[in-house]
Nanobody
Framework: QVQLVESGGGSVQAGGSLRLSCAVS????????MGWFRQAPGKEREGVAS????????YFADSVKGRFTISQDRTKNTLYLQMNSLKPDDTAMYYC????????????????????WGQGTLVTVSS
């Protein structure tokens, strides 16, 4: 059974930083896409960043380019999202997700192809 467990959310002032972690377990294959999505109150879920497990090309939403970094530790099966220069608009519930369906930009624009999701972690950025 695939499980994703996020941690690292919290409250921070604008301009601050947070790092989210996502421990992934249960995949038997070695090739799958992992991503971070977020959903603010009253808004649709949107892709933030994605990357292929073991891959080197990250994909980012335009709104976070240059501020967020996605990385992975394959030995720990853990995905990270480093968020710098946070803005109030980044306030949302952040979800880690994974899928073996490989699509364009590793599914960044297709949350519907992700079939394994974490429980979410809340990020609040105050001005």
């Amino acid at each position: 059974q695939v499980q994703l467990v996020e941690s690292g959310g919290g409250s921070v002032q604008a301009g601050g930083s947070l790092r989210l972690s996502c421990a992934v377990s249960g995949y038997t294959g070695s090739s799958y896409c992992m991503g971070w999505f977020r959903q603010a109150p009253g808004k649709e879920r949107e892709g933030v960043a994605s990357i292929l497990r073991g891959g080197f090309t990250p994909y980012f939403a335009d709104s976070v380019k240059g501020r967020f970094t996605i990385s992975q530790d394959r030995t720990k099966n853990t995905l990270y999202l480093q968020m710098n220069s946070l803005k109030p608009d980044d306030t949302a519930m952040y979800y880690c997700a994974a899928t073996e369906k490989l699509t364009v930009r590793c599914g960044l624009d297709r949350p519907d192809v992700f079939d394994a999701w974490g429980q979410g972690t809340l990020v609040t950025v105050s001005s």
